[in-house]
Antibody, heavy 122, light 109 residues
Framework: QVQLVQSGAEVKKPGASLKVSCKASGYTFTGYYLHWVRQAPGQGLEWMGWINPNSGDTNYAQKFQGRGTMTRDTSITTAYMDLSRLRSDDTALYYC???????????????WGQGTLVTVSS | ETVLTQSPATLSLSPGERATLSCRASQSVSSSLAWYQQKPGQTPRLLIYDTSNRATGIPARFSGSGSGTDFTLTISSLEPEDFAVYYCQQRSNWPPIFTFGPGTKVDIK
């Protein structure tokens, strides 16, 4: 079955950088776009961007341009989300989610990884 | 950027009742709208995509409708497991950019 397994919880200091991984299995990794979404404690969902694992092409929400970087390693079917210059308001649960349509960015998010809790605190 | 608003913020209903959730876009999104369910401590789950298509495994009591700027998620008869937060999401055409609404909490009356 399709699975997205994310890396474990992290505690970071303000100004540091973050790298979250998302290991995919159960499907052709290069066939589906991957998205990153975050959710601050008690808050709603915020889309961060997507990566095409086949080409490496990315597109970021305006808020994360210049601070967020999405990459992938096809040899180990893993996607990564880097976020630099962390602030306290980056404290959130970070999710990866797969597009539900093969070979298309015009998709929706299904399924989701289990989430990675990131705490930014001095 | 297209902004989504959802109403009401909270909907208090009893099991067996009909739930009607609204999502309004600040500009037309055509039919590029989806709905997700999130239960406490769980990951979001895709319910409806492209306005009215149920995702795999989603019961028929969930239905979506609308177009342009006004969309509705209807749960025909609430089951105990349906009490959750529901988010709408829109997608722009190109490049695809996504935004979520703030959510509607459906809780037990």
């Amino acid at each position: 079955q399709v699975q997205l397994v994310q890396s474990g919880a992290e505690v970071k200091k303000p100004g540091a950088s973050l790298k979250v991984s998302c290991k995919a299995s159960g499907y052709t990794f290069t066939g589906y776009y991957l998205h990153w979404v975050r959710q601050a404690p008690g808050q709603g969902l915020e889309w961060m961007g997507w990566i095409n694992p086949n080409s490496g092409d990315t597109n970021y929400a305006q808020k994360f341009q210049g601070r967020g970087t999405m990459t992938r390693d096809t040899s180990i079917t893993t996607a990564y989300m880097d976020l630099s210059r962390l602030r306290s308001d980056d404290t959130a649960l970070y999710y990866c989610a797969r597009g539900n349509m093969a070979h298309s960015p015009l998709n929706w998010f299904d399924p989701w990884g289990q989430g990675t809790l990131v705490t930014v605190s001095s | 950027e297209t902004v989504l608003t959802q109403s009401p913020a909270t909907l208090s209903l009893s099991p067996g009742e009909r739930a009607t959730l609204s999502c309004r876009a600040s500009q037309s999104v055509s039919s590029s709208l989806a709905w997700y369910q999130q239960k406490p401590g769980q990951t979001p789950r895709l319910l409806i995509y492209d306005t009215s298509n149920r995702a795999t495994g989603i019961p028929a009591r969930f239905s979506g409708s609308g177009s342009g700027t006004d969309f509705t998620l209807t749960i025909s008869s609430l089951e105990p497991e349906d009490f959750a937060v529901y988010y709408c999401q829109q997608r722009s055409n190109w490049p695809p950019i996504f935004t979520f609404g703030p959510g509607t909490k459906v809780d037990i009356k």
